[in-house]
């Protein structure tokens, strides 16, 4: 698990370099999810099956941009788990690595509610202020990223 923290760790710190300074927020993880996920691919990332306990590991981040607050979890469930109703301060990122998840959220602003399953190798960017609730499938791992901008309201900032 320290290897593919390690990995993950680098794809992500060198695709925040490469990603414009500025665009940020939500904006910012959907580029994220692209490149990392090409990364993936690439590179035939793959979770062996010896890994029998939950884990949750924080990746450790080089973050050049002050005014961002980046944080990078790996999730790895051995059983079904399910959370419900949460309301998250944070954009976030999910990319499920291995197995599955289903989300219901809704979305305060647009008061929309959205209903996805997260197969292997795909991920959603979930906006700041939604309610969700989510079911991981047994024996499934998920990279969660958080992303809190310090700067809100891009239009006002010159």
Known sequence: MKN??????????EDLTLINPKIRGAMLLEI???KLLDKFKIN???ISEEINEEIIEEISLNNSNPNLNLTANILNYNSNKTSIRTKIEA???LICIKGGLTLDFKDNKTLKNFNYNCIPMTGIVMPASSNFSIINQKNSVILEISLI?????IEKNE
């Open 149 to 153: 901008d310090e700067i809100s309201n």
């Open 44 to 46: 035939n990332l793959n």
């Open 32 to 34: 994220l999810k692209y």
């Open 4 to 13: 593919l923290s390690d990995l993950i760790s680098n794809f992500i710190n």
């Open 91 to 93: 954009n976030i990122l």
